[in-house]
């Protein structure tokens, strides 16, 4: 809204910040553009093969398929890990030294690098040694996720809500404590119940603030590739294999460049569009409301 | 609807409190009578929104107690009082109409579709605002905000009091004016106890019956409106109250009478000798002096108009004063000379008004 | 310094924030904008600055066309209504930055910092953080860096809005006279006509992004061009209503009225207004206009007494002098100087009577 006086010199502060975009992420984006239409078999001898690789990728079954379990995955954790989070939020500690204790066992877990969270919960899981695969166990209830798929599946999105939970509930932390006190001190005196001073005036107010944890952890999640690559490797079978993983699969294990190139154009605009979807609906909800 | 007593209140916000500067509230002991409208008035700083929440039950005093009509409320929470409360900023339920926003109290409190549906159209009609009972609350403006908050407190009828803390602080002046006299003329028509808290003299005055000042943790003094203005109790409330305020300048008594400087001022009182002595202060308002062709001479520094009415601030005896001149009055340019309203002066010891002062 | 705003207009997203304005600001001068909320005071200081680009017109600073040269450049100094100071700065460092940042030597930092921390009777506090102030200290030590500056365009943005009522009776006082030395050009927004008054100076009144009229404060508040700046600047708020010019005598409706000092008028519609502080008990002027009313609702005030009264549709206040405790339903008699009646015509533009 408020746009600055124009100054031409500000350009050349900029610009190292463009190059290094340029390097970063648009050239890299153009070779891969470049190999999604030709085919290669090294030497640097290319044959143009126009839309070819993207029919493929989007008419074979393996594409529908991982790209089915990432939705699935997707949509499975942010059910579980924004009312999860909302729900840790709103029973921290606004004051007091438990806010600091809090804060640091929240932010714990977002601290650890994502292979060794992988590593961490295949151990943890391991079901003749690890802590959780024998106690699953020894209640009787069968659990491999090496095997089992459904075991695997089940891993895979407690480990990613185990990790990334704490996300979501510091977001809504931030929201709920930036609430005005009359707020809770008027629905008191209306006699509002606990529900109703969540339904009617926390969660409005968290509006903002849950967009952005929404967005964040769908792109992030929808992208998910070292946590199940580590526990899992996609297995048992293709089960836990996820489009990024897939497509590490095409592109190194079976060294097809062109689809992969293909596969990856087509996979960074489908998580563009989710993310536009995403965003209009929620920003149209907002504006139904201030 | 409840007649409020406090009974010797103090509170701290420290553990252990034991210097009067420790406490927030240093002792208060009020009766506000059912159906009042009163005003807490004074500083930010002075204890006023402190006392507020006692009495609405958000806090909890320290030592006394609180009594609605007699039953000792201490102990009770804010609901359990059924008290109601405007804020400095409007608080309205985002998701919700205005209808819903005014009828949430009632639904809250298991009232009958019926009932909830005939009050809130009582209300929304008192406030103006039946025109926009199917429109989100949040789209309003801050009055119409206000209003509902307001609201929300009107349409319940178990309502012992009603608490306004700096409800105009958002609302432009000329809004303020229309508010203002609303509130009064609702609270005429609704009968309810009113409390309102605020550092603005005039939305005090204009608005109660009764006018409580704070000054650091102290209640200074509790009057009508029109006592606070003709007799300060305090030279507090003589600044405080007034604008510009009391003037007040070091005097002595002499045979009875105030000397100022070398002037020997006229009352209509005799104030006793034991009287004498130090921090005495002679005080009356910009309002009560008179340009006066026979009176003391004062020296004029400045001439302030404000459009109605001109306020000179000039020097009498060293000291300064400011005189209230009305818009149509001629003002010389020289030799300016004054009289002090008999009936108006004021004297003061150690701040407090000495009261022993007899008729001649 | 003189500051000119040459046909300067803002739009933001279609909607005009500032219409074609042009003002010449008193150098050196207290130039005040009033106005109600979102009337464009704060779009139009900022423009000012220069931290806004005008959409069309020019600016010009010291006879300099400036507009579009960042505010950096400009020597201006701005104090908003929150209290905006550096948080892990004492005051002493607060008010010395703009200094430090001019490359003054330690002794000359000291020197004025103690000077500007006198006039604005900081003395006392120059150790203490933001944080360990008041709100009144916060924002005296705001003003005093404002004045440290040594701006030769200081915007002062509704600085006392935040302030009790006492603070900023005292603070109001001392405002002109504080940037007076400096030779300063002040530009200082309020929504309160009474603060317009006390700083006397000059006053631009706004409306909706237009300056209604501009000029000396006691001559735009006792002679407005137009309705919409008698609207503005009028508070308690201005008693209007619309009269009917006929046969000698302007009719309201609920009353006549004489025509008095605009008997050259031709007949037709207008709208007829006055001050509330205008309306008496008593007159002894012979072509006073009678009033009667009843009482909605009285107010008190110390020694003044807020009448609402109902007149026909119409609501109107009289404030008076005095206690006065009227029951509401009561009808009083009063009357109006016809000096102070003010007249416009049916677009709002004030006629002046040939005689008065």
Redesign the interface.
């Known amino acids: 809204m408020i746009d600055r006086v124009s100054n031409q010199k500000a350009w050349l502060m900029v610009l190292p910040v463009i190059l290094l975009v340029a390097f970063n992420a648009i050239i890299p984006l153009m070779t891969v553009v470049n190999y999604s239409v030709q085919e290669t078999f090294g030497n640097n001898v290319f044959f143009w093969e126009g839309m070819k690789w993207f029919e493929e990728v989007l008419r074979s079954e393996r594409f529908h398929a991982s790209l089915g379990r990432q939705i699935l995955f997707s949509f499975t954790i942010l059910i579980i890990e924004v009312p999860l989070g909302i729900l840790v939020a709103l029973n921290m500690p606004r004051r007091g030294i438990g806010v600091s204790i809090c804060l640091v066992l929240m932010a714990l877990p977002l601290l650890i690098p994502w292979n060794v969270v992988g590593a961490m919960w295949n151990i943890f899981a391991l079901p003749d040694i690890g802590l959780l695969g024998r106690a699953i166990n020894g209640m009787g209830i069968e659990y491999n996720f090496t095997q089992n798929p459904v075991s695997a599946w089940l891993t895979v999105v407690a480990m990613d809500v185990w990790h990334w939970t704490s996300l979501v509930a510091l977001l809504s932390y931030a929201g709920l404590c930036a609430i005005p006190d009359p707020y809770y001190q008027a629905a008191k005196i209306d006699g509002a119940g606990r529900w109703q001073i969540f339904r009617h005036i926390e969660l409005p107010k968290l509006k903002r603030v849950l967009t952005i944890a929404i967005l964040l952890r769908f792109m992030d999640s929808f992208m998910i590739y070292t946590e199940p690559f580590v526990l899992t490797g996609g297995g048992p079978g293709n089960t836990t294999t996820f489009l990024s993983i897939d497509l590490v699969k095409i592109a190194l294990g079976q060294f097809d460049l062109g689809p992969a190139a293909a596969m990856s154009l087509i996979y960074f605009l489908i998580v563009l569009l989710l993310c536009w979807v995403f965003y209009t609906l929620m920003m149209r909800s907002e504006s139904n409301t201030s | 609807m409840a007649e409020i007593t406090l009974k010797a209140i103090r509170h701290s916000y420290q553990a252990n409190p034991i210097a009067p500067s420790d406490f927030a509230i240093r002792s208060v002991d009020i009766t506000w009578r059912d159906g009042g409208a009163y005003a807490l008035l004074g500083p930010s700083g002075c204890g006023k929104t402190t006392l507020l929440n006692i009495i609405s039950g958000l806090l909890r005093p320290t030592e006394g107690a609180v009594l609605f009509n007699g039953v000792d409320v201490t102990a009770q929470d804010p609901v359990a009082r059924d008290i109601a409360q405007i804020f400095q900023f409007p608080v309205i339920y985002d998701t919700m109409s205005v209808y819903r926003n005014l009828a949430f109290p009632l639904v809250n409190r298991g009232v009958s579709g019926e009932e909830v549906d005939r009050r809130v159209k009582e209300v929304a009609g008192m406030l103006d605002l039946s025109e926009m009972l199917n429109q989100r609350a949040v789209g309003l403006t801050a009055d119409n905000k206000q209003k509902i908050s307001l609201g929300r407190g009107l349409v319940r009828s178990d309502v012992n009091v009603i608490m306004f803390d700096e409800p105009l602080t958002v609302i432009d002046p000329h809004l303020k004016w229309k508010l203002r006299s609303e509130l009064k003329r609702l609270h005429q028509r609704v009968g309810f106890t009113m409390i309102y808290v605020t550092h603005d003299q005039t939305e005090a005055l204009t608005f109660a019956d009764e006018v409580v000042v704070m000054h650091e943790g102290d209640v200074v003094q509790v009057g009508t409106p029109r006592d606070l203005f003709d007799r300060p109790e305090h030279t507090f409330v003589g600044h405080f109250i007034g604008s510009p305020g009391m003037n007040l300048m070091p005097c002595q008594i002499v045979d009875g009478k105030p000397i100022v400087g070398h002037s020997e001022i006229p009352v209509d009182r005799f104030f006793a000798d034991h009287d004498k002595g130090n921090g005495l202060e002679f005080g009356i308002r910009p309002e009560c002096i008179h340009l006066d062709p026979a009176g003391f001479p004062v020296s004029v520094m400045r001439i302030d108009d404000v459009g109605r009415y001109r306020i000179i601030r000039a020097e009498f005896e060293g000291q300064p004063l400011q005189i209230l001149v009305k818009e149509e009055e001629l003002i010389p340019s020289e030799n300016l000379r004054i009289r002090f309203d008999r009936s108006s002066i004021q004297i003061y010891k150690d701040g407090w008004i000495v009261d022993r002062g007899v008729a001649k | 310094m003189s500051l000119e705003l040459r046909d300067v207009s803002r739009t ?2 279609s909607s005009a924030h500032i219409h074609p304005t042009s003002i010449t600001l008193i150098p050196g001068g207290f130039n005040i904008l009033l106005g ?2 979102l009337a464009g005071k704060t779009s139009l200081m900022r423009l000012m600055a ?4 005008p959409t069309s017109g020019q600016i010009f600073f010291a006879g300099e066309d400036v507009t ?4 950096q450049k400009r020597k201006v100094a701005m104090v908003y209504q929150q209290f905006v100071n550096y948080p892990s700065m004492t005051v002493f460092q607060n008010i010395a930055s703009p200094l430090r940042l001019n490359g003054e030597s330690k002794v000359a930092v000291k020197k004025r910092v103690d000077q500007i921390a006198e006039i604005l009777k900081l003395g006392p506090l120059l150790d203490r953080l933001p944080s360990e102030l ?2 009144g200290q916060q924002q005296r030590t705001a003003l005093a860096r404002a004045l440290a500056k040594d701006a030769s365009l200081v915007l002062l943005d509704e600085p006392l809005a935040n302030l ?4 900023r ?1 005292e603070l109001r ?1 001392e405002l002109p006279r504080l940037f007076e030395d400096s030779g300063a050009t002040v530009v200082y927004a309020t ?4 603060e317009a ?2 700083l ?1 100076g000059h006053t631009a009144a706004l409306n909706e992004g237009r300056i209604t009229q501009f000029g000396p404060t ?1 001559t735009v ?2 002679d407005p061009n137009d309705l919409l700046t008698a609207t503005i600047f009028s ?3 201005l008693n209007l209503a619309n009269a009917r010019k006929e046969a000698g005598g302007f009719q309201l409706g609920f009353t006549s009225w004489p025509v008095g000092y605009y008997s050259d008028l031709p007949d037709g519609d207008y709208q007829v207004g006055f ?1 509330p ?1 205008h309306l008496q008990l008593q007159s002894n002027d012979n072509a006073a206009l009678p009033i009667t009313g009843e009482v ?2 009285t ?5 003044e007494s ?1 009448v ?1 009264l109902g007149l026909g549709k119409h609501r109107w ?1 009289a ?1 008076m ?1 005095g ?1 006065y405790q009227w029951d ?1 339903g009561q009808k009083i008699d009063m009357f109006l100087n016809s000096a102070h009646l003010l007249v416009f015509d049916s677009t709002g533009n004030r006629i002046r009577s040939t005689h008065g």
């Open positions: 933001v997203d109600p909320t220069g931290l806004d680009k579009g040269i960042a505010v008041s709100g009790d009522y006492k603070l009776e006082e929504t309160e006509p009474g008054l006390l006397s006691h508040f006792r508070d308690p708020p001050r502080h909605l609702i107010e008190i005030s110390g020694s807020f609402h206040v404030q002098h206690i509401p």
